[in-house]
């Protein structure tokens, strides 16, 4: 059996869209060329501390759209950190060359081994419901918390036999923030057999992985 | 309801995945002050999520899906290189790599980056 196929299995649990956002905001006021800071704090409706991911666009209809820890091939705006909290949804960044609108549109997957309810009132229940044995979903193979010590470094061993796609969140529960490679607190490599997980920042931090059936 | 626990629940939803494209880019050897270049692919979903991977540079086993800095210390660039999977419009995708901050890029090598791009629904009103 290869899970990276189409599958219903409770080994491989199917990744589940707890809870959608989109928002919307300035990147900064100053016409300067020089890099502004800026931030942005929107309601976290789901009311749970999600592992969320997401894109970015200048126009409301994303026709252009960049990953949510990106800049834009203008450096108009540069994403430096976004997390949750229970109620709040983070992001920040620098914006480049004035004011212009941004918008953004954010997804969240909760823990497996959370003990949280999620009201089903708050999740994306105003999808329809499909499932279509001619295409694949996202499954979950292995999923945990980590504590990594400074320096160290963390081995999952997957055995999959090819490259699996993954995430990383920092955090210890009551907060999540997306994890982006060389951004000084995490690196990692992966290959056919294994994900290494090595702290970069010098102090350790709790890490939340999720490695997923379906090839990367 | 706790989604924690395996289900078929309509009250969460699960994306289909649509395909997905490679692309292949080739960073020359002399990469000039703030130079970008880019690889577009066509894709026949439109407005589509996506994830990516992309290899090359100094890690090639790296399995990304957020965009990263290359270290190509290696073959004697020496700084970092901002790389990233974007979506150009509707239909096109695209692997582009630029230099930061206006540092000239000197080299002695040219280097291939290469992005494996799946597309899954989007669960968005486009």
Known sequence: ?216 | MKPSNYEINSDYAHRAELGSVTLTLTIPANFTADGVRETTAYYNAPNALFRFRIEGGADPTMAIDVPTTISRTYSGFGILYPVTVYRKNVTTIALSCRTTDGRTVTGTSATTLRATVHFFESPFES
């Open chain 1, 1 to 216: 059996m290869n899970p990276d196929n189409f599958i219903l299995n409770s080994d491989y649990p199917l990744e589940k869209i707890a809870g959608l956002f989109e928002f919307s905001g300035t990147t900064g006021a100053s016409t300067s060329t020089m890099a502004e800071g800026v931030s942005f704090q929107f309601t976290n409706t789901v009311g749970v501390p999600l592992l969320i991911d997401g894109q970015f666009s200048f126009t409301p209809d994303f026709t252009v759209a960049y990953p949510l820890m990106s800049e834009d091939e203008n450096r108009y705006f540069s994403t430096d950190s976004a997390y949750t909290t229970r109620t709040t949804i983070y992001i920040s960044g620098s914006g480049y060359g004035g004011a212009r609108p941004i918008y953004f549109r954010i997804w969240g997957f909760v823990p497996e081994d959370t003990a949280i309810v999620v009201p089903s009132t708050a999740s994306a229940s105003q999808d329809n419901f499909v499932l279509d044995t001619r295409k694949n979903y996202l499954k979950v193979f292995k999923d945990g918390r980590q504590k990594i010590g400074a320096d160290e470094s963390f081995t999952i061993q997957h055995n999959l036999g090819y490259i699996p796609y993954f995430k990383v969140w920092l955090g210890s529960g009551s907060s999540w923030q997306v994890v982006t490679y060389g951004s000084g607190t995490l690196n990692y490599a992966i290959d056919s057999q294994k994900l290494v997980l090595t702290d970069t920042s010098g102090y350790g931090f709790n890490y939340y992985y999720r490695v997923y059936a379906n090839e990367a």
